[in-house]
């Protein structure tokens, strides 16, 4: 598909041969505002928007195994780590529609986190140095998270119904809830909610409902488990662009492998529209076997028929419990459990990284 370019200046649509691949756009201090305007005009045509962001680990980790806390205890760890953090890198991928390969790619470099000075997970950190993060490139020339935040909530992102077709912006992203929540924190210029339903709001609000989780979706697909490199390899979905650990090329290689999931397990239209509003890991789990019973016959039949149109699905791995009520669609939903007696997360040390 031809991917249309635009003057940043004024918007307007120009005329091009489509680029011999897709390119990720570099977003530092000296051309952010450049680069958000060429987002402003491109939102109208390309609203289908995929979502990451790389940030330094974790810091405070769970006292009992993550597998038994509760929604609300997982929101509580949560915030006491993306409270304590800052976020590193946020790409973003635009396509024209569910089954639209990708068009445009950015990945905004940000300024705060310096490895020297801020509290990080080393092996995180590591990770990301050995996969092409410069550290002392974002010092020197990351954007201001303040700038990030402003140009996010004039860029038509955020907090915006847009006159297109599609009722919005349309969200894809691959177990999202840190990802969310780090927006939110520079969103909003301060700490997270201290409830889990006050955050989820804040997600409606400026995400609005059409928010879709891959991590979410692969509950219903039959071989789907694990990370976002082995899903993508399970459907033979290459990386198209960048390294792994790089948010722009991790937002990518989600939309693809959104995309392919549609074409794989959910081709009929509409069916889609019951994983809408969901976040992996916050949200209500006592009820995905009533999902089953009330999704539609198209969704019960996938994993019979996915597994004939694809001999690249593997074995399906570890069974979730099956429980007995679910979230209605475009509804983000929260347990409502009292606050834990004790924290349920310690702190682990921070070495310093040498830069």
């Known amino acids: 598909m031809p991917c249309p370019e635009?003057?940043?200046?004024?918007?307007?649509?120009?005329?091009?041969?489509?680029?011999?691949?897709?390119?990720?756009?570099?977003?530092?201090?000296?051309?952010?505002?450049r680069e958000f305007k060429l987002i402003r005009a491109a939102i109208?045509?390309?609203?289908?928007?995929?979502?990451?962001?790389?940030?330094?680990?974790?810091?405070h980790v769970p006292t009992k195994h993550h597998a038994s806390l509760t929604a609300g205890e997982r929101y509580a760890l949560l915030k006491a780590n993306v409270d304590a953090l800052h976020l590193i890198q946020v790409g973003l991928t635009f396509a024209a529609s569910p089954t639209s390969p990708p068009a445009l790619a950015f990945e905004i470099n940000l300024r705060e986190f310096d490895p020297r000075l801020h509290r990080h997970a080393p092996e995180s950190v590591r990770l990301l140095a050995d996969n092409g993060v410069d550290f002392a490139a974002h010092r020197a020339r990351g954007v201001p998270a303040t700038a990030f935040s402003a140009l996010m909530m004039s860029s038509g992102l955020v907090c915006?119904?847009?006159?297109?077709?599609?009722?919005?912006?349309?969200?894809v992203t691959f177990s999202s809830a840190y990802d969310f929540a780090y927006l939110i924190k520079l969103l909003m210029g301060r700490k997270l909610p201290r409830s889990q339903a006050d955050f989820l709001r804040y997600v409606r609000v400026f995400f609005g409902h059409n928010v879709y989780d891959v991590k979410h979706m692969?509950?219903?697909?039959?071989?789907?488990?694990?990370?976002?490199?082995?899903?993508?390899?399970?459907?033979?979905?290459?990386r198209a662009a960048g390294r792994s650990h790089q948010a722009g090329s991790d937002s990518v290689l989600t939309w693809?492998?959104?995309?392919?999931?549609?074409?794989?397990?959910?081709?009929?239209?509409?069916v889609l529209n019951s994983f809408a509003g969901v976040i992996f890991g916050l949200e209500?789990?006592?009820?995905?076997?009533?999902?089953?019973?009330?999704?539609?016959?198209?969704?019960?039949?996938?994993?019979?028929a996915a597994s004939a149109r694809t001999n690249k699905l593997r074995p399906s791995g570890p069974q979730r419990k099956?429980?007995?009520?679910?979230?209605?669609?475009?509804?983000?939903?929260?347990?409502s459990a009292?606050?834990?007696?004790?924290?349920?997360?310690?702190?682990v040390a921070t070495p310093a990284f040498p830069v």
């Not at 635009?6 to 505002?33: C, H, M, S």
């Not at 697909?221 to 290459?238: N, S």
């Not at 995309?259 to 959910?266: A, D, L, N, S, T």
Request: glycine share 8%; charged share 20%; proline share 11%.
């Open 6 to 33: 635009f003057d940043a200046a004024g918007g307007r649509q120009k005329t091009k041969p489509p680029p011999p691949g897709l390119q990720i756009r570099q977003v530092w201090a000296d051309n952010v505002e």
């Open 44 to 59: 109208e045509h390309f609203p289908y928007v995929s979502m990451d962001t790389e940030f330094p680990g974790v810091i």
């Open 160 to 171: 915006c119904n847009h006159n297109h077709n599609h009722g919005g912006v349309t969200w």
């Open 218 to 238: 692969m509950r219903y697909c039959a071989g789907l488990y694990g990370g976002l490199d082995r899903v993508a390899a399970a459907l033979g979905v290459e």
């Open 256 to 270: 693809d492998t959104f995309r392919r999931i549609k074409q794989v397990y959910f081709p009929k239209e509409g």
């Open 284 to 304: 209500e789990l006592n009820g995905l076997a009533a999902a089953e019973e009330a999704k539609p016959a198209e969704t019960k039949k996938v994993n019979v």
């Open 322 to 335: 099956k429980t007995t009520s679910a979230p209605p669609p475009h509804v983000y939903r929260a347990v």
């Open 338 to 347: 009292p606050p834990p007696q004790a924290p349920v997360y310690r702190a």
